[in-house]
């Protein structure tokens, strides 16, 4: 105790001395040669959202959280200044008064009772990190106070404390202790939360609110017993504010969007502010929608999310995935190359419409095709004969979109994608009738960004993240009527089992061996994708994107709004026609090498198609034929069944279970075959 007196006695004897040489030469240029400590401290890198709300924060490189001051609340500054420095305004760096009266104090009860250091003499102690107990300490942060004085205004030296004032723990700066234990920013406080803050730094550690309650609240109080003394709150607001309870938790600092947080960080490593697109809340809601949809899936699966508005091509959420105890979870899956499955089929069938290949009521053969030993199935390995495009598309059939994209070549379609600003790999390089089922490889962000295009009407949709992002020129890739078509059909779908039915346009995919399930959709102003998987390309059985992402993909969407936004009407120029009233040309699609096939108006078997599997029922199996001239004759396995029929849809009887050659023959002996198996 007696060198604590000591050592306040030749403080105060040192400044005497200093202030009767205040106006020598001599003493000016030892204060002028003062070396003063760094000025620029690293502080915390944030992350921001659209509304300027923290979506992550990063630690300084010791550990710290030191996040920059920002706006404070000036009732805050008022009782800091009342109870630590009520001088600060107006002495040099060091106050003579304080320093005499702690002096005068400590001789006179033989401790010490209270402490002479200015806020500019704690902020050189801060900036330092020495300690106050011997005088030669005491000394030096006179001298760079008096210095720091000369170099910076009080608006900075105030900056620079509320910047490094401890706050316990890893807790350095107002703005810090604000968010880990109120979880608001400084702006505006009560008085019970100024008090708290202006008594922490004293003794940070002893006054732990998470650690040490009791003494927190202690120490509160006695704070705003002083404001009360000093006339600086009114009894009640003192009343009142003595009741609040002390906080008794640190919280944790925001978190979100780590994916999305780190890439930020990784493109622009200087800045320590990222001003994003994202919307805090909606990626709130979706973060807890992937950790809920995950539960009960096989170990190692990941869900990943995107949403952005297509009009702007602001991304407004982003889930890169679950971060997983194997680490791969850190892989952001919105980048990561995967197959679409089904998901680019909407895409051929647009650009179907445009070359005027086909309309959505033309009709097309679901039939067995192979081109070059390329022979695709459909899903459930069935075929269903000949159908109009809207339900070719809606059933996801996988024949007759080959067919389209045999007719329109693969690197036509290679050449749209890349127009409409998606960055596709094909395995090898070239690009075959494969990459209409999945055969490539493609990012969430890509898909997301294809079928903004198609919800702006066929326009290229740039996606941007970061507020300051310019807008980008976008391009066509497929005229307004043909993505409106496509749009159409997409929305006539029907939702998921137990999803509200709206009119959201939406399509899903899966992708060989289950590696990927898929589901995008668009209304009037948002466009999201969904992706399950495993980042590692292993298979995870039993996953459809039906099944698996669309129904989360309808969860996203009410998690976004409360209802959708409708999608515009049809452009003028969309044909808008019936079957019947279609052009010749289109009513049918006639795929490449049609020429050499037999005349139009040759019989066609309409139902069973060729190598469907067909239950036989009660009264035998219905056929139909389609063109050609009546009577026809029908025949199976080379058998007479039906003779001189004259209607196109019959029942043929005495059929027996196994594998079938049905035949029929028209009036003119042009004949039709089809091979099926009769369960």
Known sequence: M???????????????????AGARDGWEAWVAATELPPLVSETSVE?????????????VADGRWRLAPGAVDPRFTEMLLAYEDRRF????????????RAV????????????GSTLTMQVARLLEESGTGRWSGKLRQMRVAWALERHLSKAEILRLYLLHAPYGGNLEGLRAATLSYFGKEPARLTPAERALLVALPQAPEARRPDRHPEAARAARDRVLARMARDGLLPPDAVQAALRDPAPARRRVFPALAPHMADRARAEAPLAPVHDLTLDGALQAALERLAQQSLRGQPGGVSLAVLVADHRSGAVLASVGGSYSETGQGFVDMTRALRSPGSTLKPLVYGMAFDEGLAHPETMIDDRPVSFDGYAPQNFDGSFRGEIRVTEALQLSLNTPVVQLADALGPETIMARLRRAGVAAEVPGGRPGLAITLGGLGMTLEDLTRLYAGLAEGGEARALHWRMESAE????????RAAAWQVGHILAGLAPPPGAPRNRLAYKTGTSYGHRDAWAVGFDGQHVAAVWIGRPDGTPVPGAFGAEAAAPILFEVFQRLKPTLDPLPPPP?????????ALPAPLQRFRPRGAVFAAPADAPVVAFPPDGARVPLGAQGLVAKVREGRPPFTWLANGRPL????????????GLEAGFADLAVIDAEGRAARVSVRLE
Do not use: C, K
């Open 472 to 479: 980008a020129p976008s391009r066509r890739f497929l005229s």
């Open 89 to 100: 305004l107006h002495h040099s760096g060091v106050d003579a008064r304080a320093l005499l």
């Open 47 to 59: 992350v921001r959202d659209r509304a300027g709300d923290l979506l992550r924060v990063y630690t």
């Open 2 to 20: 007696r060198s604590n007196r000591l050592s306040t006695a030749l403080v105060a004897l040192v400044l005497a001395l200093g202030a009767g």
């Open 572 to 580: 003028p120029e969309t044909l808008m026609l019936s079957a019947a």
């Open 104 to 115: 005068a104090q400590a001789a006179w009860h033989g401790r010490v009772v209270s402490g």
């Open 642 to 653: 039906l003779t001189g029929a004259r209607g196109r849809e019959v029942i043929l009887d």
